[in-house]
Nanobody
Framework: QVQLVESGGDLVQPGGSLRLSCAAS????????IGWFRQAPGKEREGVAC????????DYADSVKGRFTISRDNAKNTVYLQMNSLKPEDTAAYYC???????????????WGQGTQVTVSS
C-alpha cells in the first residue's frame, strides 16, 4: 500500500525558513520521481518542485525558484523541501506525490499524502 506522510509545516514569519519532509512506504522508493504541490483555499493546485529517482534532476515552479530546494535520501525513503525566504503567498497546504510510473522528470499526482500546512504571516 502506497503511503506518503508529509510533516514539517508550521506558522513562520515572512523571510523565514522551513523544511518539509515526505516519508514514503509501500513501494520501491528509489525507482520513482517525487513531486511537491501546494493548494491554498480557493486557489488551484500548483506544482512546486519535483525530483527524479536520483537527485540528478530537479525542477521548480518559477514562483519558488531560487528559494526552495528539493532533495531526497533514498536510504531513508524520504524527500525534503527546504523553503527559504518565505512569503505570505507561499501559504498553503503542501503535499508530496508520485504516480509510480515516472522515473525521470515530474510525476503526475496519482498518490499523495494528507498534507502539511505552511502559514507565512507576521
Amino acid at each position: 500500500q502506497v503511503q506518503l506522510v508529509e510533516s514539517g509545516g508550521d506558522l513562520v514569519q515572512p523571510g523565514g525558513s522551513l523544511r518539509l519532509s515526505c516519508a514514503a512506504s509501500g513501494f520501491t522508493f528509489d525507482t520513482y520521481a517525487i513531486g511537491w504541490f501546494r493548494q491554498a483555499p480557493g486557489k488551484e493546485r500548483e506544482g512546486v518542485a519535483c525530483i527524479s529517482r536520483s537527485d540528478a534532476s530537479t525542477d521548480y515552479a518559477d514562483s519558488v525558484k531560487g528559494r526552495f530546494t528539493i532533495s531526497r535520501d533514498n536510504a531513508k525513503n524520504t524527500v525534503y523541501l527546504q523553503m527559504n525566504s518565505l512569503k505570505p503567498e507561499d501559504t498553503a497546504a503542501y503535499y508530496c506525490a508520485t504516480d509510480l510510473s515516472t522515473h525521470w522528470g515530474c510525476p503526475s499526482y496519482r498518490y499523495w499524502g494528507q498534507g502539511t500546512q505552511v502559514t507565512v504571516s507576521s
